[in-house]
């Protein structure tokens, strides 16, 4: 049918991207952040993001201590290695920086020095490590990573160099999440479960993608809503 029967057309892309949720790797053209009709950030709007989200952060950085030294007590007593893990990650602009975690493995989960990708039963996590994965309380010291401006609340999850480069060289289109800042939580994190493969990063991509392209304060609400059910239900921890 023609234009002229009121016949509403959609191309491809948009329709699956509307559909899913998803921005279509295959579909994807290195244009598609241009003509998206995506509203660039002013210097204001980044100004406000940043005072509110370490507000936020400091917020729950202080609402969370008493978890936080009871998951440090918990730590100590059953395994040894420090209460803090530490390890770098790639952010915004791909800048790197020390992303800071609860323990949940045992100190020598990498003994041999070669990055691992950390599965959702992986055999190197401690007791208390597989509670507070599962209720997302190994999560709380990034408080203090968004206070500092190298995170924000919602984003791509940050990754690490070793595998960003691996993943930038299979992956079109990988660095392309680094456009904006890595995330607490993010639109990936709700739609898909927890991955240890480079094809679940190249499927979590395509959320992460989406969220770039449709970033919004609508959007941001839903994120932070479905991620308090995840914490509340323990779904998607790892």
């Given amino acids: 049918m023609s234009l002229e029967n009121n ?60 978890i936080g030294l009871l998951t440090a007590i918990a730590i100590k007593l059953e395994s040894r290695g420090d209460v803090f893990y530490r390890q770098e990650r790639v952010g915004k602009n791909g800048s790197v920086f020390e992303l800071i975690k609860f323990r949940s493995m045992h100190a020598d989960a990498e003994a041999d020095g070669r990055p691992v990708w950390a599965a959702s039963d992986d055999d190197r996590t401690t007791v208390v490590g597989r509670f507070i994965r599962r209720v997302r309380i190994d999560e709380i010291p990034q408080f203090w990573n968004i206070i500092k401006g190298e995170m924000s609340f919602i984003g791509p999850r940050p990754e690490r160099p070793h595998f960003v480069s691996e993943l930038a060289e299979q992956v079109p289109f990988y660095e392309h999440r680094h456009l904006v800042a890595p995330g607490l939580t993010g639109w990936a994190q709700i739609k898909f479960p927890y991955g240890a493969s480079f094809e679940d990063a190249r499927q979590k991509l395509q959320y992460d993608l989406y969220y770039i392209k449709n970033q919004s304060l609508a959007l941001d609400v839903i994120i932070i809503f479905e991620t308090i059910k995840t914490v509340l239900f323990g779904k998607g921890g790892r």
Avoid: K
């Avoid at 921005?23 to 003509?35: A, G, K, N, Q, T």
């Avoid at 998206?36 to 936020?56: A, D, K, Q």
């Fill in 7 to 66: 016949v509403s057309i959609e191309e491809c892309a948009s329709f699956f991207e509307r559909i899913t949720g998803q921005v279509h790797l295959d579909m994807l053209r290195p244009s598609w952040l241009i003509f998206s009709g995506r509203t660039p950030n002013t210097r204001l709007t980044v100004v406000f993001r940043e005072i509110v989200n370490r507000c936020l952060a400091l917020a729950g950085f202080i609402l969370s201590l008493p």
